[in-house]
Nanobody, 116 residues
Framework: QVQLVESGGGLVQPGGSLRLSCAASMSNFRFILMGWYRQVPGKQRELVAALTSGGSSNYADSVKGRFTISRDNAKNTLYLQMNSLKPEDTAVYYC??????????WGQGTQVTVSS
């Protein structure tokens, strides 16, 4: 059973930074695409950032220039560095991984709250 476990969420003031981590129970090499999504109550889950195994990344317009997605294959871990956080970034953040066989895996989510 493949597991993705997020960590690093918490409460931060506007303008602050957090780094989310997503540890995978299998080699990152099996994931051709990994990403971070977020969801607030009453809204659909939205893509925040994605990263292919080839190193290509894309970001939601709302986070461009502030968030950076990266992966450490040696540690089987995906990261999301979040800077200049805003109250509207408050959400539960989920890690996602997709294999070449179109298997999709989700983490349990980690809460990020941006508030003064």
């Amino acid at each position: 059973q493949v597991q993705l476990v997020e960590s690093g969420g918490g409460l931060v003031q506007p303008g602050g930074s957090l780094r989310l981590s997503c540890a995978a129970s299998m080699s990152n090499f099996r994931f051709i695409l990994m990403g971070w999504y977020r969801q607030v109550p009453g809204k659909q889950r939205e893509l925040v950032a994605a990263l292919t195994s080839g190193g290509s990344s894309n970001y939601a317009d709302s986070v461009k220039g502030r968030f950076t997605i990266s992966r450490d294959n040696a540690k089987n871990t995906l990261y999301l560095q979040m800077n200049s956080l805003k109250p509207e970034d408050t959400a539960v953040y989920y890690c996602n991984g997709r294999t070449a066989l179109l298997e999709y895996y989700w983490g349990q989510g980690t809460q990020v709250t941006v508030s003064s």
